[in-house]
């Protein structure tokens, strides 16, 4: 994996970076605590610019989770409840999970936009509520904006600092990538088998 971005971002450059950090966001397979800091030991080589690279990330993560506000927007509260109690098994979100977001949302207001894209797994499912509450576009984007230009700063500064160390990061990153990887799909497993829906049939 480790080898795998390091050739994306160096063949693509700051296309490779915008659309890693999108795809994140929209189905997280490759987490962003590993994209920046790649990103940044890359920029601290000289190939790219550290603070093009933090701009191209953050702006890829913000265009990755417009689609998960405005499908909050367009479905609504109890079309996406309904599809949790339908189809949520799969999705390991339950109806409940739904009303707590709202109720997380509600209770923070703009600044849990903010907040949330600073929480990894949150930042995507925050864009929902946001939506479903049709929070306007404008603000959505200036708080997404600058919790992710936060995240991505500080991951890509971890990255560039951390340069003398690159040539082991291969030794390190690959085992844990993988351990998170693993560690995603037994959650995810374990939701599925222990969701409510599963007890009910």
Known sequence: MFDFIVRVMEQSGYVGVFLL???ENLFPPIPSELIMPLAGFIAAQ??????????VGTAGSVLGALPWYYAGRRLGRDRIKRLAAKRGRWMTVSPDDVDK???TFNR??????????LVPAIRTLISVPAGI???PLLPFLLFSSAGSLLWTGALTAAGFLLKAQYGRVAD??????????ILIVAVYLYRVVT??????G
């Not at 390190?172 to 990887?181: E, H, I, Q, T």
């Open 101 to 103: 977001a709202m109720q």
């Open 133 to 135: 509450e049709r929070m």
């Open 46 to 55: 000289g190939k790219l610019n550290a603070v093009a690279v933090v701009l």
């Open 21 to 23: 950090m999108a795809a």
């Open 172 to 181: 390190y990153v690959d085992p844990v990538s993988k351990g998170v990887l």
């Open 195 to 200: 969701h409510p829906s599963q007890k009910q």
């Open 108 to 117: 923070h207001g703009r600044s849990a936009i903010f907040f949330g894209r």
